[in-house]
């Protein structure tokens, strides 16, 4: 008489899968989010972390977490939060708005707000539009010396050492830092406004008019020494 069979119920791959199934679900919490995970990730590590790191601490694809993020992204910036989120060159970060700074300083010590002077302003320019670029090119657009402006804006953690150019001496490259995109609320120098016809005309004549002050200076001082 000939055997009949039943089908197992489950295959030994199904079984596998909801045995894999099972251990990752008992590996959370009940609550547990990938929405959530995320938040307390930014919220505890204070400074930027890149996209593919959130991914790979929170179990998901690059993409579900970058459109995770986004949606975070748009609910800090509608509700009225002073929490915003910001993506800074493929790196997550969440930080106050600038807004309650004033109200922040008044139970935390910070450092004192960056001075920024329009001889300062202008060498962060150049290292902004130009990177990476080095200060004999700083300095040659401006037509003067920025060493005290470069090491201004080094101590203002704007401005940091991005390489070396390939070159005699191999001279010191400069570009702008995570802090710069935080101060100015964007999130790549890609984001950067074009400078316009008439502000390129602007920055051209502001540094021949310094550059003429500065030779100036010295033809007067010259004559001094030769008195």
């Known amino acids: 008489m000939e055997e009949h069979r039943q089908p197992a119920e489950n295959s030994a791959d199904e079984i596998r899968t909801e045995k894999s199934q099972t251990e990752e679900e008992k590996q959370h919490p009940e609550g547990w989010t990938?929405?959530?995970?995320?938040?307390?990730?930014?919220?505890?590590?204070?400074?930027?972390?890149?996209?593919?790191?959130?991914?790979?601490?929170?179990?998901?694809?690059?993409?579900?977490?970058?459109?995770?993020?986004?949606?975070m992204q748009q609910r800090y910036s509608a509700e009225e939060s002073g929490i915003m989120l910001l993506e800074l060159e493929n790196s997550w970060q969440l930080?106050?708005?600038?807004?309650?700074?004033?109200?922040?300083?008044?139970?935390?010590?910070?450092?004192?707000?960056?001075?920024?002077?329009?001889?300062?302003m202008e060498t962060l320019s150049i290292i902004a539009y130009k990177q990476p670029v080095t200060k004999a090119e700083i300095e040659r657009i401006r037509g003067v010396k920025s060493d005290h402006a470069v090491n201004k804006l080094i101590e203002y953690?704007?401005?940091?050492?991005?390489?070396?150019?390939?070159?005699?001496?191999?001279?010191?490259?400069?570009?702008?830092?995570?802090?710069?995109?935080?101060?100015?609320?964007?999130?790549?120098?890609?984001?950067?406004?074009?400078l316009s016809?008439?502000?390129k005309e602007d920055f051209r004549m502001e540094a021949e008019a310094e550059l003429a002050a500065g030779e100036a200076a010295a033809g007067a001082?010259?004559?001094r020494v030769d008195v």
Do not use: M, W
Not at 160 to 188: C, K, M
């Open 157 to 194: 953690d704007l401005v940091r050492e991005v390489g070396r150019l390939d070159a005699p001496g191999r001279p010191i490259l400069f570009g702008t830092t995570d802090q710069f995109l935080r101060n100015f609320g964007i999130s790549s120098s890609a984001d950067l406004p074009e």
């Open 34 to 71: 990938e929405a959530g995970a995320i938040e307390a990730v930014l919220f505890s590590a204070g400074d930027p972390v890149s996209l593919d790191r959130l991914a790979a601490v929170t179990g998901c694809t690059p993409g579900t977490a970058k459109q995770i993020l986004q949606r």
């Open 221 to 223: 001082e010259q004559i």
């Open 95 to 120: 930080c106050t708005k600038q807004q309650y700074f004033d109200t922040l300083i008044q139970i935390a010590s910070h450092p004192p707000k960056p001075h920024l002077t329009e001889v300062v």
């Open 197 to 199: 016809a008439v502000e």
